[in-house]
């Protein structure tokens, strides 16, 4: 299934069009996707024996650029971040890759919808392409093995990162620095994991003004999606819809030589293999 929050309605994107979740469930189903990313079994269950009718039809490539579509998530309990995640990433930033996962978190107010547009506080905002997993189940100190059980699926996001703050003072302010309005953009859907078979293996790429930037594959991920689970909870309690952005590849505008930062104008636009893409515009702020 593929549901996205569609002027603050949970709803079905099929490819015969769109379903409103809860007007063709008779209110059976919460119209926030906050609350039917834990409620998937019951949502699959019911969709396979009522074929509920398309209440709009658009097909999916049609809804990308719409501008009515929110954040997967509107309000996450949690919002975890995973730094230097791939191994070409931490190259290119002369670091060493971590022999755990690097965790931080970006705060909610960040969230953007795929469409959204973003301020431009500074001269060093930059982009950070990211595969997003959608938690769909409450879990503490889970293994690897069962990790996927607790995911509900996953989505387009960018890091956007503001690196002036994110690297002002005597120690760093990742999470300040990183969650200006609209600068965790996340959609275009959230796509369930029965729909993706290897989640550590998906073409990612960024795009800024056509240019591409970042084109690599989640298998250089240093911590899988099972593993950054994993890890997380074993500190965690982990609920449904909460958020884990699982890092981003080579091609950041800090790595290129020279840097390169985004300006007012710029457009990104950011694909994930299977998963759909997102296309974010800087704005005066």
């Given at each position: 299934?593929?549901?996205?929050?569609?002027?603050?309605?949970?709803?079905?994107?099929?490819?015969?069009?769109?379903?409103?979740?809860?007007?063709?469930?008779?209110?059976?189903?919460?119209?926030?996707?906050?609350?039917?990313?834990?409620?998937?079994?019951?949502?699959?269950?019911?969709?396979a024996e009522?074929?509920?009718d398309?209440?709009?039809?658009?097909t999916?490539?049609?809804?990308?650029?719409?501008?009515?579509?929110?954040?997967?998530?509107?309000?996450?309990?949690?919002?975890?971040?995973?730094?230097?995640?791939?191994?070409?990433?931490?190259?290119?930033?002369?670091?060493?890759?971590?022999?755990?996962?690097?965790?931080?978190?970006?705060?909610?107010?960040?969230?953007?919808g795929?469409?959204?547009?973003?301020?431009i506080?500074?001269?060093?905002?930059?982009?950070?392409?990211?595969?997003?997993?959608?938690?769909?189940?409450?879990?503490?100190?889970?293994?690897?093995?069962?990790?996927?059980?607790?995911?509900?699926?996953?989505?387009?996001?960018?890091?956007?990162?503001?690196?002036?703050l994110?690297?002002?003072g005597?120690?760093?302010?990742?999470?300040?620095?990183?969650?200006?309005?609209?600068?965790s953009?996340?959609?275009?859907?959230?796509?369930?994991?029965?729909?993706?078979?290897?989640?550590?293996?998906l073409?990612?790429?960024?795009?800024?003004?056509?240019?591409?930037?970042?084109?690599?594959?989640?298998?250089?991920?240093?911590?899988?999606?099972?593993?950054?689970?994993?890890?997380?909870?074993?500190v965690?309690?982990?609920?449904?819809?909460?958020?884990?952005?699982?890092g981003?590849?080579?091609?950041?505008?800090?790595?290129q030589?020279?840097?390169?930062?985004?300006?007012?104008?710029d457009?990104?636009?950011t694909?994930?293999?299977?998963?759909?893409?997102?296309?974010?515009?800087?704005?005066?702020?």
């Open positions: 299934m593929r549901i996205a929050n569609l002027d603050n309605r949970a709803t079905l994107v099929t490819d015969n069009g769109l379903i409103d979740v809860e007007r063709a469930s008779a209110g059976r189903f919460s119209t926030s996707t906050d609350v039917v990313v834990g409620q998937l079994d019951e949502l699959r269950s019911w969709l009522a074929g509920p398309v209440t709009e039809p658009t999916p490539d049609e809804l990308l650029g719409d501008a009515r579509l929110g954040p997967v998530v509107s309000r996450p309990s949690q919002v975890f971040a995973i730094g230097l995640n791939y191994r070409t990433h931490a190259l290119e930033m002369n670091l060493t890759v971590p022999a755990k996962p690097m965790v931080f978190t970006k705060f909610a107010s960040s969230l953007g795929a469409n959204s547009c973003f301020p506080p500074s001269s060093r905002v930059d982009w950070e392409s990211e595969l997003v997993v959608v938690i769909g189940r409450r879990g503490r100190h889970v293994s690897p093995d069962d990790a996927f059980a607790y995911v509900a699926g996953y989505c387009v996001g960018n890091d956007l990162s503001c690196r002036d994110q690297m002002q005597p120690s760093a302010q990742f999470s300040l620095g990183k969650s200006y309005e609209n600068f953009p996340i959609g275009p859907w959230l796509t369930t994991i029965d729909e993706i078979a290897t989640p550590d293996s073409e990612i790429t960024c795009e800024v003004n056509g240019v591409l930037y970042q084109d690599s594959n989640t298998s250089d991920m240093n911590f899988g999606v099972g593993e950054l689970v994993s890890y997380i909870s074993s965690c309690e982990l609920r449904p819809g909460d958020i884990i952005f699982t981003s590849p080579h091609g950041v505008g800090q790595g030589r020279p840097p390169i930062f985004l300006r007012v104008g457009a990104v636009l694909s994930i293999e299977g998963l759909g893409c997102i296309r974010n515009v800087g704005v005066a702020g």
